[in-house]
């Protein structure tokens, strides 16, 4: 959903403490450490974002808006291994509401995904495919070797 505003507070505390009262329709509440990711914006009123794909790993939205703005998601946001990507491009998230995840969406109409792309399933699946890659190595030297042994009894 687009905000109309964002209020900043110090610290995770404080973030905790502020969304006791405030209104998530129209307001996100961001810690001090997003700030960068923060910029100047007005609601458009007829700006729209629907899910179109949702998978648990894969999330996909489509965007219309005639200016730039703040969207906040209703899913949590951890930021190891997450990705947000608008049009295929990687862009930066950030975190809203102590548990949300929010990013800039451009001006006019776009694809924003999140992917769960961890370091770490690509570096298991790397070692996996090499590890594969030398068991049949394995198994192939021990046929030819064998094959040939018999060969030099007959």
Known sequence: MFVNKTKLVANANKEIEAIESFDPKTTAIV?????????????????????????????????????????????????????????????????????????????????????FEPSSWSIGTTISLISSIILLLGLLAIVFFEFRQKNKEV
């Open 31 to 115: 810690d001090k450490r997003f700030e960068k990711e923060l910029f100047n914006f007005s609601k458009d009123a007829s700006a729209n974002i629907t899910l179109t794909d949702y998978k648990p790993n894969h999330l996909t939205y489509k965007t219309e808006c005639n200016s730039d703005q703040l969207a906040v998601f209703s899913e949590i946001y951890y930021d190891k291994g997450w990705n947000a990507y608008v049009d295929n491009k990687l862009v930066h998230h950030f975190r809203a509401n102590y548990v949300l995840r929010a990013m800039k969406i451009p001006a006019g109409n776009h694809i924003i995904e999140f992917k």
